[in-house]
């Protein structure tokens, strides 16, 4: 059983910075937080959802969307189970919820499709 938090989502400018954590809690037959790949993906109103930013391969493996390449940094602490996406030089357009989520054997790093895990999001607001 994986279970997902995040937080660290608010209000902020439009030029401005938010850093977004995702605390992973693995029980049961689900161990070996390195082992999975792990992604930050946001839903507009009316949009559908999208990927961001996955790592994987305990962190050596980053990808990224084209819209968020060099503005938004992927990174993850092992020993702390926890994973971060680093949000700078805001625009409105990234306005969504965020959403981190987790799972095995990931083909497609920012398909939504591979992941079973989900946490229950956290809402970022870009004003201009």
């Known amino acids: 059983q994986v279970q997902l938090v995040e937080s660290g989502g608010g209000s902020v400018q439009a030029g401005g910075s938010l850093r977004l954590s995702c605390a992973v809690s693995?029980?049961?037959?689900?161990?070996?937080?390195?082992?999975?790949?792990m992604a930050w993906f946001r839903q507009a109103p009316g949009k559908e959802r999208e990927g961001v930013a996955g790592?994987?391969?305990?962190?050596?493996?980053?990808y990224y969307a084209d819209s968020v390449k060099g503005r938004f940094t992927i990174s993850r602490d092992n020993a702390k189970n926890t994973l971060y996406l680093q949000m700078n030089s805001l625009k409105p357009e990234d306005t969504a919820m965020y959403y981190c989520?987790?799972?095995?054997?990931?083909?497609?790093?920012?398909?939504?499709?591979?992941?079973?895990?989900w946490g229950q999001g956290t809402q970022v607001t870009v004003s201009s």
């Open positions: 693995l029980t049961g037959y689900s161990v070996y937080y390195s082992s999975y790949c």
């Open positions: 989520a987790a799972d095995r054997g990931v083909q497609t790093v920012l398909s939504p499709y591979e992941y079973n895990y």
């Open positions: 790592i994987c391969m305990g962190g050596s493996s980053t």
